[in-house]
């Protein structure tokens, strides 16, 4: 039979509190709005996973933006792993030709997503590119990627929460955690 979700229940530990997510997303904000002053700056998240993240840092972000949003998946994986092979769901809505831009991303773990995503808009010539990324697990990194803001190091877990999911779920856990094993075992 199929096991009932509890969104808080199905949680083992919890990694990362509410406040230390919003203290650090406050954090970043402030970084990036010294970092690009008199600058027009356009973020550009990745859906799904960085909805929340995104949402929050643009409200701490206290010059002008201009946002985007693309969704991609990877396919040929598994639920809990990556397989490099991406597939762009949701294109850019307006060109980065010239533009400054940040990338937006939840989670960064073997590096094969955004590596392809880098390549794919450094092609639509952007002024600059750079990389923001909530959440690192360095542990499991196949391909190098420059961060230029980072939120948190994490150990090599799948994690769940503040818009990352197992199947879909917990992504709107406010916190960052791990699942009982027997939830990922289902
Ligand atoms: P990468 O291509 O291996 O770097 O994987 C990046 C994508 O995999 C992220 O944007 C997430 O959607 C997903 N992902 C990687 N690790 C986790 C995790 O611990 N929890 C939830 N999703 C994850």
Not at 15 to 26: K, S
Not at 36 to 58: C, I
Not at 163 to 169: F, K, Q, R, V
Request: net charge negative; charged share 25%.
């Amino acid at each position: 039979m199929r096991r009932q979700i509890d969104l808080t229940g199905d949680v083992a530990e919890i990694l990362l509190t509410e406040d230390q997510i919003q203290g650090r997303v406050a954090e970043l904000g402030r970084r990036i709005s010294e970092d690009y002053a008199g600058q027009e700056l356009t973020l550009v998240s990745v859906l799904k996973g960085s909805l929340p993240f995104m949402a929050d840092l643009m409200r701490t972000i206290t010059i002008p933006v201009r946002i985007d949003l693309m969704e991609v998946s990877s396919y040929g994986g598994t639920a809990t792993e990556s397989s490099g092979l991406v597939r762009i769901l949701k294109d850019l809505s307006s060109s980065i030709a010239g533009a400054d831009v940040l990338i937006v991303e939840d989670i960064i773990d073997t590096g094969l997503t955004l590596n392809y995503l880098i390549r794919y808009l450094r092609g639509k010539n952007p002024r600059s590119l750079r990389i923001c990324t909530l959440l690192d697990k360095p542990a499991r990194r196949l391909v190098e990627i420059p961060v230029d803001y980072l939120g948190f190091s994490i150990p090599d877990r799948f994690v769940v929460g503040y818009g990352l999911d197992y199947g879909e779920i917990y992504r709107n856990l406010r916190f960052v955690g791990v699942l009982r094993p027997e939830v990922y075992a289902d």
